[in-house]
Structures are given as structure tokens and as C-alpha cells.
């Protein structure tokens, strides 16, 4: 779990290069600059970890690209305190940003490998979730809600309704929805029947399966 004067100095070009492709959000870059992304992949893999590029982590899942993470991040407007569900918690890295931002994060990862895994390093690497839990990320996490805000790291090839309930009036969710290819989509909800719908721009997402957790 070493962090170096070299990886250090990758992550700062990293966010550079991030800026470059438009993020503002000052939180999100420091978050960015702060979370040491090669301890969250395959030892294989280090040499890229501050690539702006997504890699494999095992299970059919990827670590997003940063520019992704930064991207849905600074969607969400996080504010020091927010209570955040993810929804795809992959390698723990987009957790991190967040807690690294100041938020309580409940997260939520359908492949029990990867949960195990990422378990474990999260606790290693002292990013603790409020709640990590195993099960499938289209029912949410009823008992913990209602969520200030919602974020989903994979593609839904619809928005599941449990997501919209489990938010707060006035909360934001931030999803990739489409089959191949995901339109981003930034959904805020007004109240419970009203709900203001934006799109920002097309991605591309491992799917987010539905009805069931894999092991």
C-alpha cells in the first residue's frame, strides 16, 4: 500500500489533463489528485494507473476511466455531509472520491468476489462506506434511505423506480442508461410525481444487471 513522490506526481498530471477535458469542479479534482488510483488495481496494471483510461479489476468489471469518475462526480454536486448511495461499487475507487469529498457513502456491489476484495482494501486504505452491502443495485438500499444523492457506475438499460423513491425531494441521481452505448443522465427530484430529466452526453458502461447477485 505505498503511495510515492512518483505516483504522486502521475496523479497531478492526471488532473491536469482531467481539467483540460472541461471538469471545474475544484473538489472533485483534489479528491482526484488525492486518492491513490494504482492501489485500486492488479499489480499488471500499475504501470497505466494514471492513464486517463478504464481497465479490467476481474468479474467482468472495470475501473472507470478518471475522466468518467471526475465526470458523473462533479454531476452530482457533492457537498461535505451528503448521503450518497452508489449503486456498482466495482473497485471502490468512485466510493473513495466521494468519501474523500467529505460524503456518507452507502454502496452497493452485485459480484461477491469483488465484494470481498474491495472490502478488504477499503478498509486497508481507511475509505470507509457507511454501509458496503452485497445484493442487486436495482432495489437500492431501502433501510438506509432516503439518499441526498444517488449515483449508478454501470449501464441501466432503464432508470429502476426504487432509485427515484429512495431519493430525497430535491436529490440528484446520476446514471448511464442505454444498452450499448449510455446516455448520461443527470435526474432531479422535485417531489415525488415531479422529476426534471437532463442528458450529458453518451458513455460506455460494463451493464448493471438485474435481479440478482452473482458469486
Known amino acids: ?33 488525492t486518492v491513490p488510483r494504482h492501489l485500486f488495481m492488479d499489480s499488471s496494471f500499475l504501470e497505466f494507473a494514471y492513464e486517463d ?3 479490467p479489476i ?8 478518471p475522466y468518467t469518475v ?28 466521494l468519501i474523500e469529498m467529505g460524503a456518507k457513502v452507502y454502496t452497493i456491489e452485485r459480484q461477491r ?20 452491502a452485497f445484493g442487486d443495485g436495482y432495489k437500492g438500499l ?5 439518499f441526498d444523492k444517488v449515483i449508478v457506475t454501470a449501464g441501466a438499460p432503464f432508470v429502476p423506480q426504487p432509485l427515484l423513491e429512495q431519493l430525497k425531494p430535491g436529490g440528484i441521481l446520476v446514471i448511464p442508461v442505454g444498452e450499448d452505448v449510455q446516455n448520461m443522465k443527470r435526474i432531479i427530484k422535485m417531489n ?5 430529466e437532463e442528458d450529458h452526453g453518451l458513455f460506455r458502461f460494463v451493464p448493471l444487471l438485474n435481479n440478482k447477485a452473482e458469486d
Open 1 to 33: 500500500m505505498i503511495d510515492t513522490y512518483r505516483t504522486k506526481g502521475l496523479r497531478k498530471k492526471l488532473v491536469e489533463t482531467i481539467r483540460g477535458k472541461g471538469i471545474k469542479d475544484e473538489a472533485v479534482l483534489n479528491a482526484i489528485l
Open 53 to 55: 483510461k478504464p481497465f
Open 58 to 65: 476481474g468479474s467482468g468489471q472495470t475501473i472507470s476511466q
Open 70 to 97: 471526475a465526470f458523473q462526480t462533479e454531476l452530482l454536486k457533492v457537498k461535505k455531509g451528503d448521503k450518497i448511495l452508489e449503486v456498482g461499487t466495482g473497485s471502490g475507487y468512485q466510493a473513495s472520491i
Open 113 to 132: 468476489k469483488l465484494y470481498l476484495k474491495t472490502k478488504e482494501l477499503l478498509q486497508k486504505l481507511n475509505y470507509n462506506p457507511k454501509k458496503f
Open 142 to 146: 431501502p433501510a438506509y434511505a432516503p
Open 192 to 196: 415525488d410525481t415531479k422529476f426534471i
